[in-house]
Every structure is written in C-alpha cells, then in structure tokens.
C-alpha cells in the first residue's frame, strides 16, 4: 500500500508572514518574501491512502484557503493533534465538508483535547440538522498507544511532549507524522524507528521553549535514519533557500501544497 501525504500548511501558529511589517504587508523575519515556499499557513496535512480513503491532521484557521488551494472537497475523518488555536481554530470550516459529503465528519482526539473542543465549540457536538448549517462531528477518543483504524489504514498514536500540553504523534506503516513536539518519552521515540517517510515539527534554526529546533531534528534524524524526513511547522528563520542548503541528504523543507508520494 501507499499512501499519498499533503502538507496543506508547514507554519507556526502565526503563519509566515505574520500580521505586520513596516508596510503592513506582514513580518517575514529571516525569511525571503521572494521566494514562494517561504509564504506558510499553519500547520495541516491530508493522508490519503490507494483506495481514496482520507484523514485530515488538523484544522488551523487557514483551512479554508487550505481546502480550496488543493481541490479537496471532502476527507473520512479529522484527527486533532492537540487544542492549541493553530490546529483547530478552522472547525467551522468543516461544515463545508459535512455538506460535501453528506454525513457526520468524526473527530479523533485524546480525552483532554475532546474536552477542550467541547467547552469551546459546543455547537459543533449536537445533533446534525438538514442542511449542515453547522459543522456536525461525533467524537471519537483516541489514546497514546491505540491504533485507530481508517479504511485500510493503521493508524498508531504515541504521546508527544509539548510542554504546555501533550500533543498525539502518528504512525501508519512506514510514515509517521508528529507537530508540534519538544522531546518524545522513550516508547514514542521507539515508534519512529524503521521509517521510510518522517513529517517532523522544526520550528527555527535557534531555540524555542516548547519545539524541536534544526539542531535537535537533525540528531533525531541521524540516530533513526529514515529514508526521507520533511520539515514542518517551520517558524520565521527557517529562510528556505538558506536552511536547504545546511540540510544532509535525505531531510528537506516541507512546503505548503507538497505531495507525497510514502510507500507503507
């Protein structure tokens, strides 16, 4: 089996560029307006395996535009990674795909995260009405360590540490997605052993109190040895063009719209 893997958006919570700048038309730190893969949405991706079968991980407040910009109409189930805002403040969007696809959308989360959903976004929980004029999902918990299972998809979960909260890292076959990660307990590192693909959150060249930084990804990388690694959820001094050229082979840039092709 293979799956095909869309990195919809590959920026921090304040997308690159972010609101501002002496002309108003936005902050871009380190990075190059110039060139195209530095302009990031926040972070999103889209796992489809051969049989059409989709999963969406998370949905920021770019989802929308995400959507459209990748002609995805409509996806089987959305996995929320953790509640901060850049990862589920596009839920409203979703009513859109209940009305595409003419059902309930359910929503994969941990207990705590489904809480948090709940207390924020009550709405979206109730009965659905004719129509979707509201998104409509039904709630599935979902815990490190479970597999949860998609069509033909294999979905396995493992715990991530993200300081102020705990994030879900995933793993099918041999491709494993995980935002949003300062350090990993030993039984998830022990997950990402035998990859072919890594999607791994790489937030600046520097240091940042609750994100894995170049340095600390790369020697994740050169322990693990997968095939390929792409960077995501890359902050304003990840300049694409300056960043790529420090990379080793096998680890590049993630870039909003990339499609991968993973055999599992």
Same mark, same amino acid.
């Given at each position: ?61 770019? *989802?929308? %535009? ?5 002609? #995805? $109409? =409509?996806? @089987?189930? !959305? *996995?929320? %990674? ?5 990862? #589920? $403040? =596009?839920? @409203?969007? !979703? ?170």
């Amino acid at each position: 089996m293979r799956l095909r893997v869309t990195l919809l958006g590959t920026g921090p919570s304040q997308g690159v560029p972010a609101v501002g700048g002496t002309d108003g038309c936005g902050n871009w730190g380190e990075c190059d307006p110039a060139e195209p893969r530095n302009r990031r949405g926040r972070t999103s991706a889209l796992i489809e395996a051969e049989d059409g079968t989709r999963l969406l991980v998370d949905c920021g407040p770019d *989802l929308r %535009t995400q959507l459209l910009d990748n002609r #995805i $109409a =409509g996806f @089987d189930a !959305l *996995l929320v %990674t953790h509640a901060h805002a850049d990862h #589920i $403040a =596009g839920i @409203d969007e !979703l009513r859109a795909v209940n009305r595409a696809t003419r059902r309930v959308l359910p929503i994969y989360a941990t207990e705590v995260t489904l809480k948090e959903l709940q207390d924020r976004f009550s709405y979206v929980f109730r009965p659905a009405t004719s129509g979707f004029f509201r998104p409509a999902l039904e709630a599935q918990v979902a815990a490190p360590g479970e597999t949860i299972r998609l069509g033909p998809m294999e979905i396995r979960l493992f715990d991530q540490d993200h300081v102020v909260m705990r994030s879900l890292g995933l793993r099918i076959g041999g491709f494993a997605y995980t935002t949003d990660v300062l350090t990993f307990p030993p039984e998830s590192f022990e997950q990402l052993r035998g990859l072919d693909t890594w999607v791994v959150g790489c937030m600046t060249s520097g240091t940042n109190p609750v994100h894995a930084n170049l340095d600390q990804v790369l020697a994740w990388v050169a322990e693990l040895r997968p095939r390929r690694t792409i960077l995501t959820h890359q902050g304003d001094r990840m300049d694409y063009a300056s960043i790529s050229a420090r990379l080793p082979a096998g680890v590049e840039m993630g870039f909003d719209g990339i499609a991968l092709e993973v055999p599992i």
